[in-house]
């Protein structure tokens, strides 16, 4: 059975993080491989969110 319980819906990547949960929040640097691999993800959902908000306002913009 697929474990889904830290999954966030939407994401096309999937990466396996070898910590328990109080090791996934603290990192050693920033060159850690679970920092890099969160930060990343982040990285992509502010960069859609950024994306859709743009989109939304031109579009509110058009209907003016």
Known sequence: ME???SEFGGTETKAMIDANHMEMCRYSSREADGYR???GELRIFCKEIEESLKKEDASEHQQR
Request: aromatic share 0%; no cysteine.
């Open 37 to 39: 691999k969160v930060s």
């Open 3 to 5: 474990d889904i319980s």
